[in-house]
C-alpha cells in the first residue's frame, strides 16, 4: 500500500473507534480519536496502561487547540506559535468536553501539535484531535520506527503507518503553562528535545512577565513514574567510566536480588541466575544524536542475547543538552551505579 491508502486507512480504523501506531518526529504513539471514549478506552488496555497516568492530545491546527484548553494566555499563544508545530507539549487548563480519561481526572491537559507531515496529514483528515501516548506497553521501551511498534503489539495487530525513523527519537518536553493575566508560571513536567533556555530565548524577545518554578509533582506529565521506558533484560547505568566489568556484575547481582518485583506498577526484570553476561550500549559523543538512536540501540542491545546491557556515563555528558536523554536513561535503568 502506498502512503495516501495508509493514510484513508488510519483514518477508517480511527473513525470506527480503533487505535492506530502514529508516526511522530518524537516517537511513534498509539493514537485514538478525543471524542469516542471506547477508542480512548482501548489505548489504555492496548497499552496495559493504569489509567492514572495521562494522555497527550495531538493537534492539526491553533483552533483545534484553543478548543480543547479552557484558557489561552498571551505566553501560550508565544510558546504555540514558536515552537509548533514541535517537541512541546504545553500543559493548560482542560476544555469541559476533553474526557477525563485523557487527563487521569485532573483539571489540566497536555496539548502538543507534531511536526511530522504525516502525522498532521491524519490529524487533518480526521478532523478532531488525537490522544496518543507512546505506542508500547507500559514502562517499556519507546518506539522510533514502524517496526517497533508492529514488533510490541504483534499480537493486538494494530496498523501502523510507516513515517520513517522519528527525528528526535524521545518524548517532548512537557511544560506546564499557568497564566493568571499579570504573570505565568511555568514548571517543565518532563524534559525533552526543547530545553528551558529555548523557552527562556522566545520569552525574553516580548514584553512578557514569567517564572519558571521547580515542581515535585509531575503527575500533571506522562512518563511521571520512576521507572519507564525499562528494555526486557536488566539496563545498567554505570558512573564510573574506569570500573572493570567483573566488579560491575559482582554489584549488580548484589543489587537486582534486593529490589522488589514492582515499583509503581513497573515490573522490574531480574534474572533467576544473576547476570553473567552483558552487551555494551554505546551512543553517539552529540547529545542531539544520542537521543535519536538511544531506544532503538537499546532494542538493538536487549536483542543481542546477553543477560543485561550497561552503559558507562561519561565526564562530557553534561550539560542541560544531555539532561533530557539522561532522564530516559535513569528511568530506564534497573540500577544506577556510583
Known amino acids: 500500500m502506498g502512503m495516501t491508502q495508509d493514510i484513508a486507512k488510519a483514518k477508517n480504523i480511527l473513525d470506527e473507534g480503533g487505535v492506530i501506531g502514529l508516526p511522530t518526529e518524537t516517537v511513534y504513539g498509539l493514537a485514538a480519536r478525543i471524542d469516542i471514549p471506547s477508542a480512548i478506552e482501548k489505548i489504555f488496555k492496548t497499552k496495559e496502561r493504569p489509567f492514572f497516568d495521562p494522555l497527550i492530545v495531538h493537534v492539526s491546527s491553533m483552533a483545534q487547540a484553543q478548543k480543547v484548553a479552557a484558557y489561552w494566555g498571551p ?143 509531575k503527575k500533571e506529565s506522562p512518563g511521571h513514574m520512576k521507572h519507564h521506558y525499562m528494555p526486557p533484560v536488566p539496563f545498567i547505568v554505570c558512573k564510573d567510566s574506569k570500573r572493570p566489568l567483573a566488579s560491575i556484575l559482582q554489584e549488580v547481582n548484589q543489587q537486582l536480588a534486593k529490589l522488589p518485583d514492582e515499583i509503581e506498577s513497573i515490573k522490574i526484570v531480574k534474572p533467576k541466575e544473576g547476570l553473567k553476561t552483558i552487551t555494551a550500549l554505546k551512543l553517539d559523543n552529540d547529545p542531539v544524536l544520542a537521543s535519536r538512536e538511544f531506544y532503538a540501540k537499546l532494542r538493538e542491545a536487549a536483542a543481542a542475547g546477553s543477560d543485561g546491557i550497561l552503559f558507562y556515563q561519561e565526564s562530557f555528558h553534561d550539560g542541560e543538552r544531555w539532561e533530557p536523554l539522561f532522564d530516559r536513561l535513569n528511568k530506564a535503568a534497573s540500577l544506577i551505579l556510583n
Not at 119 to 138: D, Q, W
Request: proline share 6%; aromatic share 4%.
Open 75 to 217: 505566553v501560550t499563544e508565544i510558546l504555540a506559535q514558536a515552537f509548533w508545530p514541535g517537541p512541546l507539549t504545553l500543559v493548560l487548563p482542560k476544555g469541559s468536553s476533553v474526557n477525563p480519561m485523557i487527563t487521569s481526572g485532573l483539571e489540566s491537559v497536555g496539548i502538543r501539535m507534531p511536526a511530522h507531515p504525516v502525522a498532521l496529514e491524519i490529524l487533518n483528515k480526521v478532523g478532531t484531535p488525537l490522544a496518543a501516548p507512546s505506542a508500547n506497553k507500559f514502562g517499556k521501551t519507546s518506539p522510533t520506527s514502524a517496526a517497533h511498534v508492529r514488533t510490541e503489539f504483534g499480537k493486538e495487530d494494530v496498523f501502523v503507518v510507516n513515517g520513517g525513523d522519528c527525528n528526535i527519537g524521545i518524548e517532548s518536553t512537557v511544560l506546564s503553562v499557568k497564566e493568571n493575566g499579570r504573570e505565568a508560571v511555568l514548571s517543565i513536567l518532563r524534559k525533552g528535545h526543547i530545553l528551558r533556555s529555548d523557552l527562556e530565548k522566545v520569552l525574553n524577545t516580548k514584553n512578557i512577565s514569567y517564572q519558571f518554578v521547580e515542581t515535585t509533582d
